[in-house]
């Protein structure tokens, strides 16, 4: 049985990736197992920056071969903001709602061809050693002009999906875990996980995807 922990206190998060990432030989630990670990600061000017950062870190703390997941939202009006700060866009210590509830008020009036957006998610699997393995995944789509469902987190209840006509806060988690920016990262990751169960190793393949802005997996021995 190998021991891996995931790099958030994000218990959405935890859940989402625990079920994305299930692998037979593979145990699942969180980091309130962990309460001795240190907060990881996220200044990386990219997801998959702060992703490597946080598994890096985490893994040296618990001296167990860690996964961590940086995700957010960009915004074509915006410039790609929220981006890195998707998380605390409207402040420190605020609400999904609250960030939700800025982003709105800075596309006020704007017409729905120029609300497009695009969620992505890196990440990003590491030893106390360094680096093993790293996926990314991009969901586009465009900001409604308000919250609609109650489903997911996060800017889930106004990131509308034309393909299915409504917005992520709307659909069920079974086509969430399908079509997600999270889900394209965590099947890339999953099955280098398979082969890291199988093998003990994962091959060498792309190496320079990590930290770049390249899409598509990476992995380092």
């Known amino acids: ?6 790099a958030t206190r994000n218990r959405h998060k935890a859940k989402e990736l625990a079920g994305l990432l299930s692998v037979r030989g593979i145990r699942w630990h969180s980091l309130a197992e962990f309460p001795e670990a240190p907060l990881v600061k996220e200044t990386g000017r990219t997801f998959g920056a702060n992703a490597i950062k946080k598994a890096q870190a985490m893994a040296r703390a618990t ?3 860690t996964l961590a997941d ?4 960009e915004v074509d ?7 890195v700060r998707s998380a605390r866009f409207a402040g420190r210590q605020v609400s999904a709602q609250d960030n939700n509830e800025k982003l709105l008020r800075m596309l006020d009036g704007l017409a729905p061809e ?3 957006a695009r969620y992505r998610c890196s990440l990003a699997l590491a030893g106390p050693s360094g680096v093993i393995a790293f996926t990314q995944g991009t969901w586009r789509g465009r900001i409604a002009e308000r919250p609609q469902g109650h489903l997911g987190f996060g800017y889930d209840p106004i990131f509308f999906v034309p393909r299915f006509g409504k917005t992520v806060g709307q659909l069920p988690a079974s086509t969430k ?3 997600s920016h999270r889900a394209i990262a965590a099947r890339q ?3 280098m996980l398979k082969r890291l169960v199988a093998t003990g190793r994962v ?3 792309c190496p320079a995807t990590v930290g770049s802005g390249r899409r598509g997996p990476g992995l380092i021995v």
């Open 1 to 6: 049985m190998l021991d891996l922990v995931i």
């Open 63 to 65: 001296g167990l071969l």
């Open 70 to 73: 940086d995700s957010g939202l």
């Open 77 to 83: 009006a915006l410039g790609g903001r929220p981006g």
């Open 114 to 116: 120029k609300r497009s």
């Open 177 to 179: 875990q399908r079509f």
């Open 189 to 191: 990751m999953r099955a």
């Open 203 to 205: 091959s060498r393949r």
